[in-house]
């Protein structure tokens, strides 16, 4: 078996021109042009890079974005202030604060003090908190790309019995709640593995859709996973590679070259989750204006 690789780049591509077609609708209605803010604190490539990808992004879906870059000395005080003048900003409609923050920034309290309104990450504790109540206002991003790439790919996961390696707040935890809610989208029984659950073979082999999203290269492999199996890799890490120009390259959570044999369909690194993640706060900024 060779699995069907999930292209992330081209469905995202796909969506936002949908996101496109709804941010005109939504102006030609009498609205303000969506706006996202995202705030950039050090120079991080990943995070950088990251960031870039979201205002090309909101610039082909034909919203307005713009970046605070900040140093990587930066307060905690001075990020919190720029956080407080963007919730007061009518013009902003989404705000982003890029983590990981430097070690004097506090990012639970940055991440608190956003407007849940305008919370388009979706981690305000206001926003988990509908997310657990089973009425999400804002959806995590990385989560509802994942329950994207599932649906457009026909993998509705209903039904289905769902392991999820991770349980960060970022993924795996949010994404458990998504998929194991009554409706449409979800209805599945979900597992959720991490690095300390004895026997973790054990239990990922028993996943018709595996999502792993723990950070660590390659700790999935080909034994691992149920034959037929949907693999969604959300991990991303550089490791070492003196083939390449710039010594090192990215890599999943998934041993890509063996998994592909066994899994029915697997999502790429890069080029899988990541822009489908990037896509889905585009997509929240404009929920967040009311579109």
Same mark, same amino acid.
């Given at each position: ?23 005109? =609708? ?8 969506? @706006? ?11 995070? *950088?890079?990251?960031? @870039?990808?979201?205002? *090309? +992004? ?11 870059? %900040? ?28 983590? !990981? %923050?430097?070690? *004097?920034?506090?990012?639970?309290? #940055?991440?608190?003090?956003?407007? !849940?309104? @305008? ?8 926003? %988990?908190?509908?997310?657990?109540? +089973? ?7 990385? !989560?509802?790309?994942? *329950? ?44 959720? =593995?991490? /690095? ?18 723990? +950070? ?10 149920? !034959? ?37 369909? #697997? ?17 929240? /900024? ?6």
């Amino acid at each position: 078996m060779s699995a069907r690789i999930i292209d992330g780049a081209a469905m995202a591509s796909e969506v936002r021109a949908e996101i496109a077609e709804r941010v005109r =609708a939504h102006m030609a209605a009498g609205h303000r042009r969506p @706006k996202l803010v995202a705030v950039l604190v050090g120079d991080d490539p990943g995070s *950088q890079s990251y960031v @870039k990808s979201k205002t *090309q +992004g909101c610039a082909e879906a034909g919203m307005d974005s713009d970046t605070i870059r %900040l140093p990587a000395e930066t307060s905690h005080d001075r990020v919190l202030a720029e956080v407080q003048r963007l919730n007061e900003d009518a013009s902003v409609t989404g705000i982003l604060v890029q983590l !990981p %923050l430097p070690p *004097q920034v506090d990012e639970q309290v #940055i991440v608190r003090a956003i407007d !849940p309104r @305008k919370d388009v990450d979706g981690l305000h504790p206001y926003n %988990l908190g509908l997310l657990m109540e +089973g009425s999400p206002y804002t959806v995590p991003a990385t !989560p509802l790309g994942v *329950q994207q790439m599932l649906l457009r790919t026909g993998n509705d996961p209903a039904g289905a019995r769902v392991v999820i390696v991770g349980r960060s707040m970022l993924v795996g935890r949010p994404l458990s709640v998504l998929l194991s809610q009554r409706g449409a989208g979800a209805n599945a029984t979900v597992t959720i =593995a991490h /690095t300390g659950t004895r026997d973790l073979g054990v239990v990922t082999r028993e996943a018709e859709i595996l999502v792993v999203a723990a +950070g660590v290269p390659g700790m999935v492999d080909a034994s691992m996973v149920r !034959p037929g199996a949907v693999v969604i890799d959300v991990g991303v890490n550089r490791i070492a590679d003196a083939s390449r120009k710039s010594g090192s390259r990215l890599v999943g959570d998934v041993d890509y070259a063996s998994v592909s044999e066994v899994a029915s369909a #697997i999502t790429p690194v890069p080029g899988g989750v990541g822009p489908m993640t990037v896509t889905m706060v585009i997509s929240n /900024t404009l929920r967040a204006a009311g579109g």
